[in-house]
């Protein structure tokens, strides 16, 4: 990452917020620039319904095919509307203080990114131990399964550079 990178600073420590939104949403995909999620606030059998995109500033979009409001959205989830908006330092800021805010950020990511792998490797540990047992996988379970694996191969891409 460069330094005079505006994007890339603005995803680096953004990417906390933009995780924890997507590891609250079901069946979610990568699509061209964002992600496409089922939408938490009507829920249904759709896959596709909620768009999730970030800005250059680092802000998250969300936008329901089906109509809900980003409201309802992140309040079904438990978040707010705040949840969704970067953090801002100010231009008066000591350059202590940008380091501490810019160190703290990459804290909360690898917090963010541990959290999500060690609950997706839950999701993968109790499947084991159910095919272990020799019971069969539901198509549900399956679909909870994949979602889990692709999520700790993401993690491993980001970290080794490759997402």
Request: net charge positive; glycine share 8%.
């Amino acid at each position: 990452m460069k330094l005079h990178d505006k994007r890339a600073a603005t995803q680096l420590y953004s990417v906390s917020k933009l995780n924890t939104l997507l590891s609250h949403l079901e069946h979610v995909s990568k699509r061209g620039g964002g992600y496409r999620a089922r939408c938490p606030a009507h829920g249904g059998k759709n896959t596709g319904t909620l768009s999730v995109s970030e800005t250059d500033e680092g802000k998250i979009l969300i936008k329901c095919w089906v109509g809900c409001s980003a409201l309802e959205i992140v309040s079904s989830i438990g978040l707010e509307l705040t949840d969704l908006m970067p953090e801002r330092l100010s231009h008066h800021s000591t350059p202590e203080h940008r380091r501490k805010w810019k160190q703290d950020a990459i804290h909360r990511d690898w917090t963010e990114f541990l959290n999500i792998a060690a609950y997706e490797m839950n999701i993968i540990y109790v499947a084991g131990g159910v095919i272990r047992a020799g019971n069969p996988l539901n198509d549900e379970d399956k679909i909870r399964l994949d979602a889990a694996m692709k999520r700790i191969r993401q993690i491993g891409e980001y970290f080794n550079g490759n997402a």
